[in-house]
């Protein structure tokens, strides 16, 4: 797929932690179970085509579907980053298994600002 601009979008943890959903043109979602890693940084395709060099800091993409895709993503600011790839590694290594413990949950998810590519 080829992404021609970036946009701010909401993106939520569901509850039981098994679930990433974000609303672009419709309500989409990605199942932690088929991201096979956390890629810091802006390394895939989608981002090298689309480099910004200065935020590279606060990106991360998240292949899935055996690495065919990624969500590639870019934090407001470094604790959201960091939040976020800890939370997601701590959910992917532990196979979603219980609750983790994750700063900034609510009682409706985990609720992150980022920006990603429409």
Same mark, same amino acid.
């Given at each position: 797929m080829v992404y021609s601009s970036w946009r701010n979008i909401s993106l939520i943890a569901t509850k039981d932690e098994s679930t990433l959903i974000w609303i672009s043109s419709s309500e989409r979602s990605l199942k932690l179970a088929s991201v096979t890693r956390i890629v810091p940084g =802006? &390394?895939?395709?989608?981002? =090298? &085509? %689309?480099? &910004? #060099?200065?935020? +590279? %800091?606060?990106?991360?993409?998240? #292949? %899935?579907?055996? /690495?065919? &895709?990624? @969500? +590639?993503?870019?934090?407001?600011?470094?604790? *959201?980053? =960091?939040?976020? $790839?800890?939370?997601?590694? !701590? @959910? $992917?290594?532990? *196979?979603?298994? *219980?609750?983790?413990? $994750? +700063? /900034?949950? !609510? +009682?409706?998810g985990l609720y992150l600002d980022v920006n990603m590519p429409t």
């Open positions: =802006q &390394r895939t395709a989608v981002f =090298q &085509r %689309y480099l &910004r #060099p200065e935020k +590279d %800091y606060l990106s991360f993409s998240l #292949p %899935y579907n055996n /690495g065919a &895709r990624s @969500l +590639d993503l870019i934090c407001k600011d470094k604790v *959201g980053a =960091q939040v976020w $790839i800890a939370g997601l590694k !701590s @959910l $992917i290594s532990s *196979g979603r298994g *219980g609750r983790s413990k $994750i +700063d /900034g949950w !609510s +009682d409706g």
